[in-house]
């Protein structure tokens, strides 16, 4: 079940659910709207899933950044989610998709004790520029059923995620 944005709000103020910095204008009927962080990584490069990947890593600067075809971005969301009651799920938007921007269509989902500042996946169909702090999609909270895992406690691959990461695939080869 999908959570209001007056169970999101209200989730917020009883600690369930954690978004930092949190702006209660920023909800809208399901949902909240992220921002982009001012941080991007760029690859130009081949990619190779048995080895990292490498990546040049920019800061966006206040008058914006022209993303262009062809390269693959990774960014990073200016909001920090968390929730051990609550699962996350992630997405672009309209407004941002209409400028041709696809955003996070590989790994929308945040488990339950999930707690970082998303890592994007950005592809452009044609050159756009893109601002820090912009809105760039909505995130919606899933009420879960059974008895709750938390991501942290188990241990997981990414559970120590605090910026941009990059794909760890590469630690599964061995």
Known sequence: MILTSRKIARSVETGDIVISPFD?????????????????????NDLDAARPSEFTE??????????????IYLGVTYERTY?????????GDRTIGALG??????????HVG??????????????????????????????TSGQNASYQQMGRK?????????SRLYEEFG
């Not at 994007?120 to 760039?136: A, K, W």
């Open 24 to 44: 209660a204008r920023r909800l809208s009927p399901n949902a909240y709207d992220w921002r982009l962080g001012d941080t991007i990584r760029v690859c130009e």
């Open 114 to 143: 999930h707690a970082i500042r998303w890592t994007l996946e950005i592809r452009v169909v044609r050159p756009v520029r893109i601002y820090p702090r912009m809105t760039f999609g909505k995130i919606i909270f899933l009420s």
């Open 58 to 71: 920019q800061t966006i600067p206040e008058s914006g950044m022209v993303l262009l075809p062809g390269r």
């Open 101 to 110: 921007v696809w955003v996070h269509v590989s790994a929308p989902l945040g």
């Open 158 to 166: 990414y559970t120590r995620s605090v910026g941009i990461d990059t």
């Open 83 to 91: 929730s051990e009651r609550y699962a996350q799920m992630i997405n």
